[in-house]
């Protein structure tokens, strides 16, 4: 929240000043937006900027994007499905991302491959084309290590954004509340 009561995403969490988290869900941010729980949890009058969870959407997806980007110039990302399958075969391989509106068959392709490797369809083709300096890319992987962790972190939390969204690992190891509401007794239990 800002000085002036505007509030403001903070998806790198690295702003100053009072923050105010949610579990990354659009239905959760749509919510609280409703029902007036920034300004009980702030204790004072907040002004939400339209469109918030879009924005909190296009800034994630902003992130990710960057990440995949900078892992590609460091050697720990490859595109393609020849290379991407290369890559799981040798080891090399630690993440693998398909995007979210790639063919079927692609889809079949990818459980195929991922074999016990964390997979992700979160991203769309322009999106993962962009950070491979391309206009559409189906297929990628990453290398592992803290770039790796970084971008799983954050593919998690946009999957909350998207509807159409996989993952496949547990979001536990990284610090972060299922996607979904947990079942408790046969009941859910809201992660709020």
């Known amino acids: 929240m800002g000085p002036d009561g505007a509030l403001v995403p903070d998806v790198a969490g690295r702003l100053p000043g009072r923050g105010l988290w949610l579990t990354p869900r659009r239905d959760i941010?749509?919510?609280a937006l409703t029902k007036r729980i920034f300004a009980r949890a702030?204790?004072?009058p907040v002004v939400a900027p339209p469109r918030l969870a879009d924005r909190v959407e296009a800034l994630l997806?902003?992130?990710c994007c960057d990440a995949l980007g900078l892992a590609r110039r460091a050697g720990l990302a490859v595109a393609g499905f020849d290379r991407v399958g290369?890559?799981?075969?040798r080891g090399r391989a630690a993440l693998l991302l398909f995007a979210v509106d790639g063919a079927d068959g692609g889809r079949r392709k990818r459980a195929a491959m991922a074999g016990d490797?964390?997979?992700?369809?979160?991203?769309?083709?322009?999106e993962?084309?962009?950070?491979?300096?391309?206009?559409r890319i189906v297929h990628a992987a990453v290398g592992?290590?803290?770039l790796c962790d970084r971008l799983r972190i954050d593919l998690a939390r946009l999957a909350g954004f998207r509807a159409e969204a996989a993952i496949d690992w547990?979001?536990?190891d990284l610090g972060l509340a299922p996607a979904q509401p947990a079942l408790q007794g046969g009941k859910s239990k809201a992660h709020d």
């Open 29 to 31: 941010m749509e919510r």
């Open 42 to 44: 702030a204790r004072q």
């Open 61 to 63: 997806a902003r992130r």
């Open 86 to 89: 290369e890559a799981a075969r």
């Open 117 to 126: 490797l964390p997979a992700a369809s979160v991203l769309t083709a322009a």
């Open 128 to 135: 993962l084309g962009g950070a491979f300096g391309h206009e």
């Open 144 to 146: 592992g290590g803290t």
């Open 170 to 172: 547990d979001l536990g």
